[in-house]
C-alpha cells in the first residue's frame, strides 16, 4: 500500500494513497475514479481528494504493507518541547495530539502499551496516564490546558513534568497534587 505523509504542528499523519488504477483495488473506488483523476489520497472518511504535492505539510509517499505506516512518535511527538495537548504516562512522557486526537492517539497509545484493552481512553486513564485538553468553554477570551484523570491521582513524575509544562498552578493540578502526595 501507498501513502500520502504529512506534517502537523503535533506529529506527522497519513492518507492512503493511489497513483495506478491498480491502486484503487479494495478501495471502493474502483469503478468510480478514472485513471485522468489520479493520483488521489483518501481521506479515511469515506472520501478521496485529488493529491496534489504542493500541499501544506505534505512530506514524502512511502509504501508500507502496515495498516499503520508511522510508529507512535512519530504521529504523536513523544515529548516534543512545545507541547500543549496531548496524553502524559506515568513516567512523565508526553504524547503531543491536536484538539481533537486525544480519542486517536489513545488508540496508538493503547495499542503498544495495552494491547488486550477494548477502550484505549479507559486503559490509559486506569493505568495512570492524564489527559491534558483545550479549557475553552467558548466564553474566555483564550484556550487553556486542564489535566483530566478518573483516577484523581497523579505520580511524582507527572507532577514534575507538569511545574515544567507551566500547568503546576492549574486549580485541578493543584487538587491532583494534593490528594496524590501521600502516595510519593
Known sequence: MKFAIYK?????????????????????????ITEEQLPVVFDGKGGYFKFDPKDLGFTEV?????????PLEKMYFKNDPDFK????????????????????????LARKFFPMSKYPETALDRGGWLKIIDSWDGTERQHGQFVYTDQGRLSKKQADKLFDLGLYDNEEVRQLIKDSEDEW
Open 8 to 32: 502537523s504542528k503535533t506529529g506527522y499523519f497519513y492518507y492512503k494513497y493511489a497513483d495506478t488504477i491498480e491502486g484503487l483495488e479494495g478501495t471502493g473506488f474502483e469503478n468510480i
Open 62 to 70: 512511502i509504501e508500507s504493507d502496515d495498516e499503520i505506516p508511522l
Open 85 to 108: 495537548l496531548g496524553w502524559m504516562s506515568p513516567e512523565g512522557d508526553t504524547y503531543s495530539c491536536g484538539y481533537t486526537g486525544h480519542n486517536k492517539c489513545a488508540k496508538m
